[in-house]
């Protein structure tokens, strides 16, 4: 570091390297105070930078198989993405009651499936029983099986 500043000094004289901004910035406030002005402006920059469009792009992206919600893509075949891109009909009642879900995108990208914010609007009577159709269709196989089981004995 040194032996090189000095080899650059036979060339150039070192104050000149020191930009002027710089120095005329330094002597105008105290290390405090830069510091100060340091951690307010990391802060924007990071608010800057989250809401850049580049920014969300890159985060509102499966890492599964990279369609880019942000851009309404998702493959039907992938866990992380779960059918849909940042948002799809309320998940209980598909959609009945009209509300929409926003996708957690940190829970999908944490637990490599697609997680979802958001409510039904619809009677909790009501939507029970959109919950019992989905376990009663998923089970389909299992009740079938039982019942063949009971038909053979
Ligand atoms: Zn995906
Ligand atoms: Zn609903």
Redesign the pocket.
């Known amino acids: 570091m040194f032996a090189s500043n000095a080899e650059c000094s036979a060339k150039t004289s070192s104050s000149s390297n020191i930009p002027s901004f710089a120095a005329t910035f330094a002597q105008q406030i105290s290390p405090e105070e830069f510091d100060r002005q340091k951690v307010v402006y990391t802060k924007q920059a990071v608010a800057e930078l989250q809401n850049s469009e580049e920014f969300k792009r890159w985060l509102q992206k499966?890492s599964?198989?990279?369609?880019s919600w942000y851009d309404g893509q998702?493959?039907t075949q992938?866990q992380?993405?779960g059918g849909f891109a940042m948002s799809r009909p309320c998940g209980i009642c598909l959609g009945h009651c009209g509300a929409t879900w926003y996708r957690d995108i940190d829970m999908s990208h944490k637990m490599k499936e697609g997680h979802w914010n958001g409510k039904c609007y619809l009677p909790e009577s009501e939507q029970r029983h959109f919950i019992l159709q989905h376990l009663v269709g998923n089970d389909e196989d299992t009740l079938v099986d039982a019942l063949t089981d009971l038909g053979n004995t």
């Open positions: 499966c599964c198989c990279s369609s998702f493959s992938c992380e993405c």
